[in-house]
DNA sequence: CTGTTAGCGCATTCAC
DNA sequence: GTGAATGCGCTAACAG
């Protein structure tokens, strides 16, 4: 059966009151060595350990942080996850997931998590809050953060996505390209479609940069899934003067590219360069040119943010932007005349 | 501020007793419709929501679940804990996530989890609890499921890994190969290293059956990631009479492997064969032949089992054997003569 | 059907 | 320094 052991029954072996022993628990200097060290072996003999709810209902505090993900699926995510529980885990407090699949999902998640008082602080990651979540996370007053979403209410670490996507651009350019095609992430996404508009930003901006005008039939969108680049690769390969190159709006989408050029017999990147974003660990194994972002460390950032936060919510909310990198590896190559 | 509003308040403004407004919370069916609205309008009104803490010191549950992960970076354990977050998130109960990334951090953690009474039920992925975890749980009653790890105490849901592992030598054997070898997970892995012996059973048996002498030279054994793999596989290339063919404990390490044959300068498949286990995501992209295992499922069947348990405790423990599945790809081609 | 009361286990006053 | 008392917000048992 449960262990149910209380502090009344070490009170009572230590013939001491539940407040001394309340006392030890908590390390309170104002009990003597003498006491302390009684009822300390009487914790150990009895193998007690405190009742977390009742801690928590009697002190106001959970002792643990709300995580928040979007599809759990997603390999950027994971990865930014593992930066989080690596910080979290050398604190004192528990970590709670939730994964969020769609938006049905979450209206109302964060509302739900804030009210039912189960988290003292709140880590979201790549998923832009709404306003009503907004106002009730501020009016319940719970510290918040942000990994790769906006908002300038909240302490956040972002990656500067408009810098991210130039450089890819540009590398693409430097390599001789002049027909080079976006495929974007669906700017519909309700989640959080701010690299969207910022990456399209970039990509513009290095072209007209360089002078090189901007063709509407080199611009794509769809879901971050492989089939769906796949299909619009296509569609871009088989374009009358089709692209001679393509920047990616994600690694997982370009997986689906490299496929369509496959499909197409193509020859990357000899007859078609492709640049992607994030360097997932796939990046990597399929010897992809990538923009990095740090993904690992932003979770790591934004989970030493929350305890500062929390620590001291005083805080004003401080902003984080992480560098990218531009990762060449055997996906782009000079245009080839 | 905080959303101090409380059963009082709301039983105040109803005019009603306190009791009355619990039994609503918590649909007992013996109040009458007209209060049960008029509770569930003031409730709506002044934006009430009960508190977790009380409500969990009161009934004497956290409705929290707890996952035990070891090395959340490993893409299998990320799989199967997407299978079980999907599940869990369709019941009453919050995910409390524990990473263990050493030796270290397992001794404790589980008598940590349940000693605190932070949750009702345990999941623990790919992790063999120790005799002293073992009879903590027990004697705190809390429900356990394991996956991917056994102990007859407990619901599990596994997989034949001697089944798996002779069917991938048998793919071998197949295609005509007599110089078989097996790179090996660590089996002083302190986590779990039932499949380690498993899989190595199931090598030796195929090679048995076939009538294929064993050859001490043509084992490795090293942890799970590509680098040593890489070395291993290396060494083994680089014998006097080298193995054409070879079977790898998991798909990570067969990356590195791979990679060790392209050092060297052989062909895969047509040089050398190469097969893997579990068919992660990667192995797709790398056409690797693999022995698939559902990892994703194992997550949902394991969530799925946990909760019946908690639901009715008294049940015995069940063992689900999972099925594995050969995926032939391209790093696996008949013996060149 | 419904109001009242007594805990759940601990932290935190307030006296001594 | 330390014991006793009060309350955290809710559930459940007991009357009515």
Redesign the interface.
Known sequence: ???SVTIRDVAKHAGVGVGTVSRVLNNNPSVSDLTRQKVLSVIDSLNF??????R??SR?K?M?VGVVVPF??N?SV?KR??GV??VI?TSQY??????V?NAEDRDGLLKNII????VDGLLIISLKPSENDVTEIV???VPTVIVDAEHPGFSRVIVDNVAGARQATEHLIQLGHHQIAYLNDDPTNPFNNAPTHDRYQGYLQALEGAGIPVRAGYYRQGTLDRESARHLTRELLQLPDPPTALFVYSDTQA?GVLEAARDLGLNVPEDFSVIGYDDI??AK??HLTTIRQSLYESGVIGGQLLLEQMLEPSLEPDEVVLETELIVRGTTAPLSS
């Open positions: 059966m449960k262990n350990s405190p009742s977390q709810a009742a928590r209902l106001g959970t643990a759990f699926t390999p994971v996850l593992q529980i690596s885990a528990d970590l709670v997931l939730f994964d699949e009210q039912r008082e189960i009016e319940a007053n997986i660990e796939a194994l399929l």
